[in-house]
């Protein structure tokens, strides 16, 4: 079901297409991705919390909140979504994505309701969400200004929007092209597009377009020596995440 797609980029998704069993292979292809997830549920985790009066030491804090993880891969965001409590949509335009996000939340013993469509499928649809996870994604496709409004367009009053990508300078092209795809070989070369890279001001801009309004944003910082990500207040120079909320 993907008639109103209009922000997927077919070359975007073919390159994820054709890595999909990788998924949850830590050394694999999305190894990156594995590194950073405990440092972007941190980020994620205490913003839900925050604007839901959420308490984060309970079983299932996020217990009567939905959310959709559009962009969703093989489920490394849905899953602990799940396991704090939340009913949780993923959602992926790469068809091969989806068996192996389901397989892996069956063996987990978890239900997540997976689904192979696009952000507007779900925008047409009428649904409706209090969280929206749009993380790595908004650099990977066609119409970032399109893509944003479908977001805002798919949260409940109140809700939150987490939006996380690649900042556009040399320093990111050094580190996420020349660094991770040349020569740690940590990702595929060709996965990502520099010039799809968005600065932090220009995707405020384009939250502040679609209607919502925005209420941070946090660098997140690999340090080599420690070798692991913290988020950051100060360095948003590579990656970095955002949160805006619908009024």
């Not at 999305?30 to 985790?45: A, E, Q």
């Not at 600065?199 to 209420?215: F, H, K, M, N, Q």
Request: proline fraction near 5%; aromatic fraction near 8%; include cysteine.
């Amino acid at each position: 079901m993907q008639g109103a797609a209009s922000s997927i980029d077919p070359a975007e998704v073919a390159k994820f297409e054709a890595m999909a069993a990788e998924w949850w292979d830590p050394n694999g292809k999305f190894k990156p991705l594995h590194m950073l997830n405990p440092c972007r549920l941190d980020y994620i985790t205490t913003q839900i919390a925050a604007q839901f009066g959420r308490d984060l030491k309970v079983p299932r804090p996020f217990e009567g909140l939905r959310i959709l993880d559009i962009g969703c891969g093989g489920g490394l965001l849905s899953e602990p979504m799940a396991r704090l409590g939340a009913t949780v949509v993923g959602a992926d335009a790469a068809e091969r994505n989806i068996p192996v996000a389901r397989l892996h939340a069956e063996q987990s013993g978890l239900e997540i309701d997976y689904r192979h469509c696009a952000a507007e499928d779900l925008a047409a649809a009428g649904e409706r969400f209090d969280v929206v996870l749009a993380m790595e994604i908004i650099e990977h496709v066609a119409v970032p200004q399109d893509f944003v409004n479908t977001c805002a367009g798919l949260l409940k009053s109140g809700g939150l929007m987490l939006c996380s990508t690649l900042n556009r300078n040399a320093k990111s092209y050094m580190i996420a092209i020349v660094g991770a795809e040349q020569i740690m070989r940590w990702l595929p070369k060709g996965t990502h597009e520099w010039s799809k890279f968005i600065t932090p001001d220009e995707l405020y801009g384009l939250i502040r377009a679609s209607g919502l309004d925005p209420v941070d944003r946090k660098g997140m910082v690999f340090n080599p020596l420690a070798w692991r990500w913290s988020i950051s207040d100060r360095d948003l120079s590579v990656n970095y995440v955002t949160a805006s909320v619908k009024r």
